[in-house]
């Protein structure tokens, strides 16, 4: 089956700095990919989502880059923010037998310094 | 005010005792999902609906049980055959269960046995 792993548990980074989370996952097949963004005690947010026949997509201040290659997905948040602090976690989509089966990393917390 | 809602945010219950977690979506959504968060892990499926009066095991279900009477709702029963019921639970829904269909999730419950 699939895996989903994040390169780094927390990631502490300067206002103002840009901020790069990683993830890879093993499953070649997978087709599309998702960010989420979860704050302390709520339900994780959508950010930003790439398909399979994409490379880049760039959003609010985030970009979503995909090498199919090494099978690697990051986020990257320009400018990043006291808001930003939150965990991020990946998920990865691919065919199961019929079902679109969704792997989730299992997050990277993002300490945003003021 | 579209999305999706969980209830109770907080729940308590004592061993023995089958509780029910609420989940309501007004997004029009065909394919509803439960999932567990625990700390460390990535979110692991419970059950999954695509349809009304349809429902699928996930990936962990032993000691869970779901209903999909209506299209709004999806609720989830832990029952005392789950072992270890401590944790938060996620409910998402999706347009339909198509590849590129990204899921989107509510607030979370927060279930702690006693």
């Given at each position: 089956g699939e895996s989903v792993g994040l390169h780094l548990p927390t990631l502490s980074v300067q206002e103002g700095d840009n901020s790069i989370i990683n993830c890879a996952y093993s499953n070649?097949?997978?087709d599309y990919f998702i960010w989420y963004k979860q704050e302390s005690g709520k339900g994780p947010q959508f950010i930003i989502d790439i398909r399979s026949n994409m490379d880049k997509r760039q959003g609010q201040r985030v970009t979503v880059l995909l090498n199919k290659t090494v099978k690697h997905l990051s986020l990257q948040i320009a400018a990043?923010?006291?808001?930003?602090s939150a965990v991020y976690f990946c998920a990865v989509k691919a065919d199961s037998g019929g079902y679109q089966k969704v792997t989730f990393g299992t997050g990277t917390k993002l300490q945003v310094i003021p | 005010d579209g999305g999706i809602t969980q209830s109770p945010k907080y729940l308590f219950r004592k061993e023995g005792q089958n509780v029910t977690l609420s989940c309501e979506q007004n997004?029009?959504?065909d394919a509803m999902y439960w999932y567990r968060q625990d700390p460390g892990q990535g979110l692991r499926l419970i059950y999954y609906s695509q349809i009304v009066n349809d429902f699928q095991k996930g990936d962990i279900a032993e000691g869970y049980s779901v209903s999909r009477e209506k299209k709004e709702s999806f609720p989830l029963t832990v029952t005392?055959?789950?072992?270890?019921?401590?944790a938060f639970y996620l409910c998402a829904s999706s347009?339909?269960?198509?590849?590129t269909d990204t899921q989107y999730f509510g607030p979370g419950t927060r279930l702690t046995v006693l």
């Amino acid at each position: 089956g699939e895996s989903v792993g994040l390169h780094l548990p927390t990631l502490s980074v300067q206002e103002g700095d840009n901020s790069i989370i990683n993830c890879a996952y093993s499953n070649s097949a997978s087709d599309y990919f998702i960010w989420y963004k979860q704050e302390s005690g709520k339900g994780p947010q959508f950010i930003i989502d790439i398909r399979s026949n994409m490379d880049k997509r760039q959003g609010q201040r985030v970009t979503v880059l995909l090498n199919k290659t090494v099978k690697h997905l990051s986020l990257q948040i320009a400018a990043t923010q006291p808001g930003d602090s939150a965990v991020y976690f990946c998920a990865v989509k691919a065919d199961s037998g019929g079902y679109q089966k969704v792997t989730f990393g299992t997050g990277t917390k993002l300490q945003v310094i003021p | 005010d579209g999305g999706i809602t969980q209830s109770p945010k907080y729940l308590f219950r004592k061993e023995g005792q089958n509780v029910t977690l609420s989940c309501e979506q007004n997004l029009n959504h065909d394919a509803m999902y439960w999932y567990r968060q625990d700390p460390g892990q990535g979110l692991r499926l419970i059950y999954y609906s695509q349809i009304v009066n349809d429902f699928q095991k996930g990936d962990i279900a032993e000691g869970y049980s779901v209903s999909r009477e209506k299209k709004e709702s999806f609720p989830l029963t832990v029952t005392s055959a789950q072992k270890n019921p401590t944790a938060f639970y996620l409910c998402a829904s999706s347009m339909s269960q198509d590849s590129t269909d990204t899921q989107y999730f509510g607030p979370g419950t927060r279930l702690t046995v006693l």
